[in-house]
């Protein structure tokens, strides 16, 4: 089955500098690589998703880019602010019908200093 | 439209008690999940079900059963709980693309 690993696992950074969190995955077949916000005492939530026939997609100060051939992909965090403080993960999965399954990354805790 | 919902938020059962997680979803997902989430261990998923009348197995099965008897629901049951379960428990439905997430219910077991 899919395996995807996460790092790093903790990531402090000044306010207003950028975050990176990187994820490898094993099953080439994957093609679609959400990532998830995760508030304390809530649910995760989706902040952005990319599929396997785009190499980079940005939405205001998160991007996310896609390296199919090494099998990895990051979470860009621009102009970081405070409430960008929380614990993110990233997931893989085929997305095909017969195998919906989601596999997730261990998570990053992000901790922006004012 | 109040997405994925979950009941109860908190719970303590109990070594070899029973209960029932009910989740609940209104948006017409076919693809319902049971998550449930350890420090330092990220999401790991129990049950998962593709469709009304269907389960299915997922990575940490064991000592726990479910049911999707109607679309909108998934119940996970604990038949006799162990300290091991103690944990928070996510659902998550789906229907294309992205997982939509519930609060989530935090049980524990002692």
């Known amino acids: 089955g899919e395996n995807v690993e996460q790092h790093p696992s903790t990531l402090s950074v000044q306010e207003g500098d950028s975050a990176v969190i990187k994820c490898t995955y094993s099953?080439?077949?994957?093609?679609?690589f959400p990532w998830y916000k995760q508030e304390l005492g809530k649910g995760p939530q989706l902040i952005i998703d990319i599929r396997s026939n785009v190499g980079e997609k940005k939405d205001q100060r998160i991007a996310v880019t896609l390296n199919k051939t090494a099998k990895h992909f990051s979470l860009h965090i621009t102009e970081t602010q405070p409430e960008d403080s929380a614990v993110y993960f990233c997931a893989a999965s085929m997305n095909d019908f017969g195998n919906e399954k989601l596999t997730f990354g261990t998570g990053t805790r992000l901790t922006i200093i004012p | 439209n109040a997405g994925v919902t979950q009941t109860p938020k908190f719970r303590v059962l109990k070594t070899g008690q029973s209960m029932t997680l009910l989740c609940a979803q209104d948006m017409n997902h076919e693809y319902m999940y049971w998550y449930r989430q350890d420090p330092g261990m990220g999401l790991r998923l129990i049950h998962y079900?593709?469709?009304?009348?269907?389960?299915a197995k997922g990575e940490v099965p064991d000592g726990y059963n479910v049911s999707r008897l109607k679309k909108q629901n998934f119940l996970l049951g604990l038949e006799s709980a162990a300290p091991s379960q103690t944990s928070v428990y996510f659902c998550?439905?789906?229907?294309?693309?992205?997982?939509?997430f519930g609060p989530g219910t935090r049980l524990t077991v002692l």
């Open positions: 998550a439905s789906r229907s294309s693309g992205s997982e939509v």
């Open positions: 099953d080439s077949a994957s093609n679609y």
């Open positions: 079900s593709v469709g009304e009348g269907t389960t």
